[in-house]
Structure formats: C-alpha cells, structure tokens
C-alpha cells in the first residue's frame, strides 16, 4: 500500500519560472512532512518541513503548502535554477514515530 | 562536522554470499535508521535502532537480514544468503533525537550477480 504517492514521474521547468511538485497521501494519522532533494549518487538532502498545524511553511526559494482536508501537499520553488535539477521526494511520518514514509520522487528538470 | 558515512558505496556479490553494510552516523548522533531503495521506486524504512538496541524493525524482512548497533562501532545491516532481488541502493540516515531531522548517508548500491 502506497501511503504517500507522487504521481508525476518527471517535472520540466524552465529557469526562472515556478516549480510546483505534489504530493497526496493516504494516512491521517501522518502529522509531520518533509521534501528531500537527491542527486545521483548521492543520499537524499532534507529541504523543507511542516507540522500539520500549519498550512504553509517557507524558506528562501523554498515554500511547501500543506492541505489536510484533501491529504495533499505541493512544493513550489522560485525562482527555479539549474543546479534545482534532481529528484525530489515527499516524505511523511507520525510525530512520535521514527520512521518516514517516502513518496516515488519526482525528477525536475531546469531548462536554461 | 563530518556527515553519516556508508562503506562501501558499492558492493558486488554473488547469490547466496552474505553482504555486510556499515554505516558511521553524524558524530553527536545515537539514532540510526536505514531505509532501502528499488530501481525507480521510493526509499522504504527498514530499521531504526539505538545505541545496543533495536527499536522498530517492522520494515525489514523476517528472514536473511538483520542490523546491529553496537555501543562501539559503526552500525551494521547484514544480509544473508543474498538473492538478486536484493540488488538495490541501502541508505543510512542517523539523527541527534528521537523524532528529529534525519541525516542521509550516500548510500551502499548493491549488486547480486
């Protein structure tokens, strides 16, 4: 059972434009999320977090939007920049509870 | 402050070896979690432990693989007998508390052949 789903596979924006990545889950005990960003060959980064006694949450370019009457989050970043391209996974977890429940990532592409 | 390092980042085996994953948490940190990654899927948690103790293991399967903490050392995932299925990418994340922002390590890619 996907708990937390990205349903876009792959994302192309072009730089200087708006990003927008989402994500749906199915838990509604889930009270905590976070975005990661993960290079090739690399561990996943931490980007950005909220408590689901927020709806918003921003950090420079960052802000991730948080919807709990349709279980539903999105991620926008702007102005977007090359070095932006990676995959980006929405993670969601129980406060309380150790582990994090990973969407399928999505890879977002810059464009110059 | 150096991060969570994995050794090794690849590890090549042959079905029926055993594949032994180390995994150094940030210094400061008594919480290791590791989480496991299939081609084109999420990262899946398999284990959380600290320091001499397993706390959550509900993700890790009931035979072949088993993970260890010890009070000195680096934390281990054992696999046993390796199968091709268990070809995938073994990230470590560690953290200061409890609940707190997980730190990831780069990952160990393992190959059965």
């Known amino acids: 059972d996907q708990q937390v789903k990205q349903n876009s596979p792959s994302l192309s924006v072009q730089e200087g434009r708006i990003s927008i990545l989402n994500c749906d889950y199915t838990?509604?005990?889930?009270?905590?999320f976070l975005w990661y960003k993960k290079y090739p060959a690399e561990g996943p980064t931490f980007l950005i977090s909220?408590?689901?006694?927020?709806d918003k949450n921003e950090d420079g370019r960052f802000t991730v939007f948080l919807n709990k009457s349709a279980k539903h989050l999105s991620l926008h970043i702007v102005p977007s920049q090359p070095g932006d391209s990676a995959v980006y996974f929405c993670a969601a977890s129980v406060q309380g509870a150790q582990k994090l429940v990973f969407g399928q990532g999505t890879r977002l592409t810059i464009n110059p | 402050n150096a991060g969570v390092m994995q050794n090794p980042r690849h590890l090549v085996r042959r079905r029926g070896q055993e594949a032994r994953l180390r995994c150094s948490p940030m210094?400061?940190?008594?919480?290791v979690y590791w989480y496991r990654q299939l081609p084109e899927e999420g990262l899946k948690f398999m284990v959380y432990?600290?320091?001499?103790?397993?706390?959550?293991e509900s993700g890790m399967p009931k035979e072949r693989f088993s993970a260890e903490f010890p009070k000195e050392g680096p934390s281990i995932l054992r696999i046993q007998q390796v199968v091709r299925g268990d070809s995938a990418a073994y990230f470590c994340?560690?953290?200061?508390?409890?609940?707190?922002?997980?730190?990831f390590g780069p990952g160990t890619r393992l190959t059965v052949t």
């Open positions: 838990n509604s005990m889930f009270d905590y």
């Open positions: 909220i408590s689901s006694i927020k």
């Open positions: 210094k400061g940190h008594s919480h």
């Open positions: 432990l600290q320091k001499e103790n397993i706390i959550d």
């Open positions: 994340a560690s953290s200061p508390d409890p609940g707190g922002e997980q730190y």
